[in-house]
């Protein structure tokens, strides 16, 4: 039996702790280790493939204007994440400040969506529902909350994973938006 020098398995130890290091350094130089990274920034929004969504009150809305010519929001959202429910009051704001917000009601069943809809106010000016996930898919979405802000060509500009907070709206969002959508949202 081969035995293994006790020199060598120092260096074989300060070898892995010397790599582990290293990665640890790397992981840090990410400028915001929070931020999930998205192949989606700076391309075009992905395909819809969506189906309509009934709430108590729209009966039926279309996700048809995410070419139009202003800035938006494209807000994936489900009843049973708590999550979204604590970002719904920055969603509301953003709304009343006149920045559309699409909804897209994601792995829900609609008379839950709606339930939370009535409870909380709807702050979407479109609702879609991706019952099966495959939009979340092409969107390359890890979870619920996830926001996108689009620009006024349709190209996606910001992702954000999580809950809009109060300080994610402040930090992330607005400075996305412009001075003036900014300066509506920051007015209410």
Request: charged share 20%; net charge negative; glycine share 8%.
């Amino acid at each position: 039996m081969t035995r293994i020098s006790p020199r060598f398995l120092i260096i074989l130890v300060a070898a892995g702790f010397t790599a582990l290091a290293v990665l640890f350094a790397l992981a840090l130089e990410r400028p915001d280790p929070d931020q999930l990274p998205s192949a989606f920034v700076g391309r075009k929004t992905p395909a819809l493939t969506i189906e309509h969504l009934r709430t108590v009150d729209s009966p039926i809305t279309g996700m048809n204007d995410l070419e139009a010519d202003r800035i938006k929001l494209v807000n994936f959202w489900a009843s049973w994440c708590a999550p979204c429910r604590a970002e719904h009051p920055s969603l509301e704001k953003l709304a009343r400040a006149g920045i559309p917000v699409h909804g897209i009601n994601y792995k829900d069943k609609p008379e839950h969506a709606a339930q939370f809809l009535a409870e909380l106010g709807n702050p979407f000016v479109t609702l879609a529902a991706d019952p099966n996930g495959r939009t979340g898919l092409d969107w390359g979405i890890y979870g619920v909350p996830e926001t996108f802000v689009i620009d006024a060509n349709g190209e996606i500009i910001l992702r954000h994973a999580g809950p809009i907070t109060s300080r994610i709206l402040e930090s992330r969002i607005l400075p996305t938006l412009g001075d003036d959508a900014s300066a509506r949202v920051s007015g209410q």
